[in-house]
């Protein structure tokens, strides 16, 4: 009867154990440093990169396709400003380092070589530092502001 009673013992203490344990294991996990719905790293270089390929691609649609121009005060003059750039250059080449995200701001280095459809005229290079300012859209992550717009004409 007692080694009844000390095999039930030990297996309550078991029991008791391992419900503790599983609770400690899943606080152990490091916390996730950013709720689900903040802008990422990850959601800056993804619409980063679709702006660069857009830009050597010469796809406005797809250069466009990281804004949210209903959403961005001057949309359609933003528009307008790409559209006159891949008009203008013949070859565009950029690249894009980004600097760091906080709240929904990015803030990258850019660089921009273009070489312009009139021979005539002489290959440009910008490099500056843009603020690229994101919002939650029903597509997902967009841009709806990038400062200074100038880097684009």
Do not use: C
Request: aromatic letters at 8%; hydrophobic letters at 45%.
């Amino acid at each position: 009867m007692r080694a009844f009673q000390f095999a039930s013992a030990v297996l309550m203490v078991m029991v008791l154990l391992l419900s503790l344990s599983s609770p400690a294991q899943e606080s152990a996990r490091p916390p996730s440093t950013e709720p689900s719905n903040a802008f990422a790293e990850s959601a800056a270089s993804k619409l980063l990169g679709q702006m660069a390929e857009g830009l050597q691609s010469h796809s406005e649609k797809k250069m466009l396709s990281a804004f949210d121009l209903s959403l961005m005060d001057g949309g359609p003059t933003f528009k307008e400003q790409v559209t006159a750039l891949f008009n203008q250059y013949e070859f565009i080449r950029v690249h894009f380092k980004l600097v760091e995200v906080k709240e929904n701001v990015a803030v990258v280095n850019a660089e921009l070589d273009v070489t312009p459809a009139d021979p005539a005229n002489p290959s440009q290079h910008k490099n500056i530092q843009l603020r690229l300012t994101a919002a939650k859209t029903p597509a997902g992550w967009k841009f709806i502001d990038v400062q200074p717009r100038a880097f684009f004409s």
